[in-house]
Each structure stands twice: as structure tokens, then as C-alpha cells.
């Protein structure tokens, strides 16, 4: 399963904070235009887990170039994205694609708490359904 998109006009659709298919986007890093947006339905996260979600997007795209999201599933998991310009002869996919399972690896626990947070702030689910005996979520 490839997390890399190719990019086609107007794609990115950062100003209304939701992909084309209803997904949600938390916050992206665009290499081409050298911006970070986050999205301001999502300001009553902890200033903490905002800037980690900044620093992370930009490093990535400093990386690896392209455009990187964070969006939120309608089931309320969390998906990392790349795309990339057609004509980007830079863009690094095995980087990407190194970089991208690293980071779920690394940051698994703050990826946990974003869905935790979406599910239960955003699709109002009670979170005493959704965590098992030690405070972990269930699958």
C-alpha cells in the first residue's frame, strides 16, 4: 500500500480543511510553496502537540520534498499522506516511504491520541467504548 499520491491540480485543499473525499485535514507541509497550515478547527489541541505536529510536517517535507498531511478518517483514524508534482524529479520515494513507516513507529502513541481526541471530540463517541482494561485503545 503506497501512501504516495500523484499530484494533480488543486489537489490540496488546505483553505476549507477537507479532502475531496470527506476526510478531514489536521495540518500539512508544502515543500513547493514553503508553507505549513494547520487546521483552526483543531486550536484546542495542547500548544505541545501542535508544535510536534509542525515540526514534524516541515521536517518531513525538508526531507523528502513533496507535500505531506496529516487527515483524519471519517472512522476517526489518522492517515498520513505524500504527494508529489508529477515533474518532481527530487522528490525521494523511498525516503518517503522510510520516513513515513519511521514516523508511524516513532510517534505511534501521539498518532493514537489524535484519534482518541477525533473520536471523541469531534464524532462524539464515548471513550470508555473504545479503551481497553490498561487506558490503551482497542483495535
Known sequence: MSDRKEMTGGENSWDSGKARDGRIVLCGANSYEQKYYFNP???KLPQSVREELHILCVLYTEDVGGIFTILFEQDGGVTLETTAAEDDYLYDEVSSGLLLGEIRRKRRELLESLSLYYRAMVL???VADFLDEEGG???
Open 124 to 126: 462524539h463517541e464515548n
Open 41 to 43: 478547527d483543531f486550536e
Open 137 to 139: 485503545i482497542s483495535e
